[in-house]
């Protein structure tokens, strides 16, 4: 099996040697099974992808939270806080 980049993409061909490169069925059967093992890779490489993103929208909002938190200490401990709390009521 080699892979081969196709639009910067990781593709994967069975290289058949000898004795079964001459047999269609066998290479027939290659073929499928390297397009449904593209399809399985494009498939997890793309959710991947949007772990990742949901993971740093979640990170965001996670520092925003942090954020405010330490705003309302500081609040409750002197009274006065510089902090905008509007800008930190629509979290997204």
């Known amino acids: 099996m080699r892979s ?7 593709y994967y ?19 499928h099974l ?10 997890f490489k793309q959710k991947e992808a949007e772990y990742f993103q949901r993971g740093e929208e979640i990170k965001a ?3 925003k939270l942090m954020t405010l938190k330490e705003c309302l200490k ?10 905008n709390f509007k800008s930190y009521l629509l979290i997204s």
Request: hydrophobic share 25%.
């Open 4 to 10: 081969v980049d196709n639009h910067n993409e990781d």
């Open 13 to 31: 061909e069975t290289e058949l040697l000898e004795p079964m490169a001459l047999e269609e069925m066998e290479k027939t059967f290659f073929r």
């Open 34 to 43: 390297d397009e449904q093992l593209n399809k399985v890779n494009k498939f």
């Open 61 to 63: 909002q996670l520092n």
């Open 74 to 83: 500081q609040q409750q401990n002197d009274g006065t806080s510089s902090c």
